[in-house]
């Protein structure tokens, strides 16, 4: 059964910088993609980055230039850079992985979320 672990999260002021890591007893080659959702009170879930397994990276447009994602093969471990973190980046943050079946029928996993709060 694959589990995904976050870790990192935190309290941070505006214009500081966390980083969050998500462990996962799968092999990160065997995922087509795994990355960053985040979900803030009375919001869905978005998308925030996603990596594949062949290293090519998409950003969301609200976070573009100030979080960057990455990934440890060795360790299994993707990463979420964030830096110059707002008030509204404030949410839990879930680490996903996915995989494309049969008739390209998706399956996802999900981490149980890390609370990330920029406040002054």
């Known amino acids: 059964q694959v589990q995904l672990v976050e870790s990192g999260g935190g309290l941070v002021q505006p214009g500081g910088s966390l980083r969050l890591s998500c462990a996962t007893s799968?092999?990160?080659?065997?995922?087509?993609?795994m990355g960053w959702y985040r979900q803030a009170p009375g919001k869905q879930r978005e998308l925030v980055a996603a990596?594949?397994?062949?290293?090519?990276?998409n950003i969301a447009d609200s976070v573009k230039g100030r979080f960057t994602i990455s990934r440890d093969n060795a360790k299994n471990t993707v990463f979420l850079q964030m830096n110059s973190l707002k008030p509204e980046d404030t949410a839990v943050y879930y680490c996903n992985a996915f995989v494309l079946g049969t008739l390209n029928i998706r399956r996802d996993y999900w981490g149980q979320g890390t609370q990330v709060t920029v406040s002054s």
């Open positions: 990596i594949t397994s062949d290293g090519n990276s």
């Open positions: 799968g092999r990160i080659s065997s995922f087509n993609a």
